[in-house]
T-cell receptor, first 111, second 110 residues
Framework: NAGVTQTPKFQVLKTGQSMTLQCAQD?????MSWYRQDPGMGLRLIHY???????DQGEVPNGYNVSRSTTEDFPLRLLSAAPSQTSVYFC??????????FGPGTRLTVL | DAKTTQPPSMDCAEGRAANLPCNHS???????VYWYRQIHSQGPQYIIH???NNETNEMASLIITEDRKSSTLILPHATLRDTAVYYC???????????FGAGTQVVVTP
């Protein structure tokens, strides 16, 4: 199993550009989520999904969209990037048994 | 979800036990205590969780006080690879929606 994979590893955007961060898992996990981590801080939940076709907002959803068309994939879309979205983004998945598996992260800089 | 309080940092000698405290005085009866760690900018890694009873796995032990208002994560024989930020999280969700605080930066020294 590859576990949770995220692409790209690094990305630099200009203000106003859009992009999609990719997240995939091969563990047949129902639950997937996106977090962001700003320097020196803990992770904050952006959006989450309890299964294909079902998504909901977390603590900091503004400026981000998600969709879940398959069990494996959970992309995060930035519609119009802002410098405040400069952060490290982590995707996670779990089945129902308490342990969440996190991906390696995407480091995003918005100029 | 209940709020947790952890010391910002602690040092531990290699080979010794590391005892990481966490205060969660407002915890409710159906909230779990989770511990995750994050090694230098990697994604967080699950360590252990518990509800009422003490728990042990291959990585660590979790001791929860009888009133459930505090807990201690024990790394029995700390190694240099255990240097990380350790997060104590209390939540009713058994699968997700974790609220991460600032955690405890643990530095294991030779």
């Amino acid at each position: 199993n590859a576990g949770v994979t995220q692409t790209p590893k690094f990305q630099v955007l200009k203000t106003g550009q859009s992009m999609t961060l990719q997240c995939a898992q091969d563990m047949n996990h129902e639950y997937m989520s996106w977090y962001r981590q700003d320097p020196g801080m803990g992770l904050r939940l952006i959006h989450y999904s309890v299964g294909a076709g079902i998504t909901d907002q977390g603590e900091v959803p503004n400026g981000y969209n998600v969709s879940r068309s398959t069990t494996e994939d959970f992309p995060l879309r930035l519609l119009s990037a802002a410098p405040s979205q400069t952060s490290v983004y982590f995707c996670a998945s779990s089945y129902r048994d308490h342990e969440q598996f996190f991906g390696p992260g995407t480091r995003l800089t918005v100029l | 979800d209940a709020k947790t309080t952890q010391p910002p940092s602690m040092d531990c000698a290699e080979g010794r036990a590391a005892n990481l405290p966490c205060n969660h005085s407002t915890i409710s009866g159906n909230e779990y205590v989770y511990w995750y760690r994050q090694i230098h900018s990697q994604g967080p890694q699950y360590i252990i969780h518990g509800l009422k009873n003490n728990e042990t796995n291959e990585m660590a032990s979790l001791i929860i006080t009888e009133d459930r208002k505090s807990s201690t994560l024990i790394l029995p024989h700390a190694t240099l690879r255990d240097t990380a930020v350790y997060y104590c999280i209390v939540t009713t969700d058994s699968w997700g929606k974790l609220q991460f605080g600032a955690g405890t930066q643990v530095v294991v020294t030779p």
